[in-house]
Each structure stands twice: as structure tokens, then as C-alpha cells.
């Protein structure tokens, strides 16, 4: 039996976008999967019953499409195996500060280009973090949220990276979000599923740390 993250490992890597749909057949992936087609349409079967993906039969094959619930799995799967992998910690430290409030606003915006990439619905606003220094942030390796046009506005592409967020013995895994590819600036916006301030108990002037994974 192979383990589902390794047949929804094997599905993204068909697509350039995950949340895109594609197609493909039952041979195909019980090629890739050394299995028979049979045992590649069961295993298609299984996702879909587990709402991990969404199918539907075509002329040309099977129409496949991760779910967001399928792209949290791999996310998860991969944070998992960042900090198992890599050794190198990048720990920057901050203290809790209000922001001027765009943060809520602009969660809004960008909420279900976030949800189909990163996997789950934001909390519509940002943890804000302010340094005495620069923090100084390579987001080569982010996850891209693209840009778009609504109402006449131009919403610039942005990067998302995981990071884990430390203050005293909690801690919980989110995501740093910027608006370019690097970036030198004395704070930090951190997004999560959760509120952070009331997951975690912060208050203004609290000094936590993140960890990039």
C-alpha cells in the first residue's frame, strides 16, 4: 500500500500550479506508482473519498484537481520534513506591535488566492513584529501568491514563507508574508489560520521569535 502523501506528491508534480486541475489516466500514474491500473484508479478513488482531490472521468482521462485540504497535507508534509532535513535554524526576533490596520484589509483581498495556495483560510489580519534593527529576509523560497486586478486596483504579487512562531514554551507554525521576492525592513507580518495574539496570549511589547523552516 503506498502511503496517500506519496500519490498526491506524484499528482502535484503534474501541474505547474498546484491548485490547477489536469489530466491524467489510470495507467499513467500505476506507471509512475509501479502499480497496475486498477490499483491507480482505487487509489484515485481513496483521495477523492478523503476529499483530498476532486475527479471527474473525461474522453481523454481522469481530471484531477487537489483539493485545499490535499495542498494542506502536502504543506504540512513538507514543514515536517524541512525541520527534520535541515539543521541551519534562521531565527529572527521581534516584539508585538499594532499595526495601522491595512493588514485586515488587504487579508481580505488576497483571501482565496491564499487559501488555494497555502491550503486555509487566513484570519483576516497579520501579527505585526517591528525589530530594533533590519530584519533581512530571503523569500527565494516562498510560496507565491500572484498578483491581480480587482475594482480598478492593482494587487502586486506577494511571497509566503512558513516560519515558526516562538513566545516562551508555545509556539505554532504559520507564515511570513512580503511583497517581494527579498526584502530589508525593521518588520515582519506573520499570517495564520488563528488569531495569534489570542492563540498564543500576545500583547503589545511581547518579544517572541520565528524560525524560518
Known amino acids: 500500500m503506498i502511503h496517500t502523501t506519496v500519490i498526491l506528491y506524484e499528482l502535484a508534480k503534474l501541474t505547474d500550479e498546484i491548485d490547477k486541475k489536469f489530466i491524467i489516466s489510470s495507467s499513467k500514474l500505476g506507471s509512475t506508482l509501479g502499480v497496475s491500473q486498477q490499483t ?102 516562498g510560496i507565491t501568491i500572484t498578483g491581480f486586478e480587482r475594482d480598478n486596483r492593482t494587487f502586486g504579487e506577494v511571497k509566503c514563507l512558513p516560519v515558526k512562531l516562538s513566545s516562551g514554551k508555545k509556539n505554532i507554525n504559520c507564515h511570513l508574508i512580503l511583497p517581494q521576492r527579498t526584502h530589508h525592513t525593521d518588520e515582519l507580518e506573520i499570517i495564520s489560520k488563528f488569531n495569534l495574539r489570542e492563540k498564543l496570549g500576545l500583547n503589545d511589547g511581547d518579544e517572541v521569535e520565528i524560525e524560518i523552516i
Open 40 to 141: 491507480a484508479s482505487r487509489y484515485l478513488k481513496e483521495l477523492e473519498d478523503k476529499k483530498l482531490i476532486k475527479r471527474s472521468i473525461t474522453p481523454h482521462g481522469q481530471e484531477i484537481q487537489l483539493t485545499t485540504s490535499g495542498i494542506s497535507t502536502l504543506n504540512e508534509v513538507c514543514l515536517n520534513l524541512n525541520q527534520k532535513l535541515f539543521k541551519k535554524r534562521v531565527i529572527l526576533k521581534g516584539k508585538i506591535v499594532t499595526g495601522i490596520g491595512e493588514g485586515a484589509y488587504y487579508i481580505k483581498e488576497y483571501m482565496d488566492k491564499i487559501k488555494e495556495r497555502l491550503g486555509f483560510s487566513p484570519f483576516p489580519g497579520t501579527l505585526n513584529l517591528k525589530s530594533s534593527g533590519n530584519f533581512k529576509i530571503n523569500m527565494g523560497d
